[in-house]
């Protein structure tokens, strides 16, 4: 069995994490929910780390993080060691992320991206392997900043 996927969001991101909660309801993918769990303001630094947690201690596949921009949440999670967090809002970006940088958390703007357009990402960023290959070097050379 496949381990959950990780979602985290702040207040301005609360709307579109429900709505891609409510597609992978839909398509059978199981998650865990870290928050916010209303449009009560919070933190994004402060959500972002829970699910990023998640994923790198093993307990979750990877995350799909939300915030008004995507941008802010994504910055938060990139400074967890271990993650490597994209701020997409296009197909192309979501899938090329999984197979060249290996991403294993996406974010997204809830207030840049819609609902239709989020589950497409989504869809693509959890489908989508990563090549390896003369990208694994990439990815060491990633992972070797974090240890600066």
Do not use: Q, W
């Not at 199981?30 to 699910?51: L, N």
């Not at 197979?99 to 207030?111: K, Q, S, Y």
């Amino acid at each position: 069995m496949e381990k959950p996927v990780a979602l985290g969001a702040d207040h301005g991101g609360y709307s579109l994490k429900e709505a891609v909660k409510k597609h992978l309801d839909e398509i059978g993918v199981e998650y865990i929910d870290f928050g916010t769990h209303s449009e009560a303001s919070v933190d994004y630094p402060d959500m972002a780390v829970p699910p990023c947690e998640a994923v790198v201690n093993g307990e979750c596949r990877c995350a799909l993080l939300f915030c008004g921009t995507g941008v802010g949440i994504s910055m938060a999670a990139n400074k967890i060691p271990g993650i490597r967090a994209c701020c997409c809002s296009d197909t192309f970006s979501a899938k090329y992320t999984r197979l060249h940088n290996d991403a294993n958390a996406l974010c997204m703007g809830g207030r840049v991206v819609g609902p239709g357009l989020a589950c497409e990402l989504v869809d693509l960023f959890l489908t989508t392997g990563f090549e390896g290959g003369r990208h694994c070097a990439r990815i060491e050379k990633i992972s070797a900043l974090e240890k600066r």
